[in-house]
């Protein structure tokens, strides 16, 4: 059974952060994309969890929420996919 994900709308986003509620964010070591999310993340006062795919149960983990993922990061709020860098990039500036 295929995993159902939905993408998160700007507005969503900004309840994140006036809220305080986290983001998971599934990355790797020496990914120059999952530090730019990270940078990005920051830069606007968003709280994060990393979950690094290196870990086979983690990988596993991201597998189950989202089995299309090919690359990091892969960005969620809650049960919603954001996306990677880009998506992500461009949620926070439609949200300006």
């Known amino acids: 059974m295929k995993a159902k994900t939905q993408r998160v709308t700007s ?10 509620m986290t983001l998971v964010m599934y990355s790797k070591d020496s990914c120059p994309f999952c530090e730019r999310a990270k940078a990005l993340l920051t830069e606007h006062n968003y709280q994060y969890v990393v979950k690094n795919v290196v ?35 461009n949620y ?3 949200s300006l």
């Open 11 to 20: 507005f969503a986003l900004m309840k994140v952060a006036r809220f305080n």
């Open 55 to 89: 870990n086979p149960e983690i990988k596993t983990e991201l597998l189950k929420r989202f089995p299309e993922a090919k690359t990091v990061p892969q960005i969620f709020f809650e049960d919603s996919h954001i996306g990677g860098y880009t998506e992500l990039k």
């Open 92 to 94: 926070l500036e439609q």
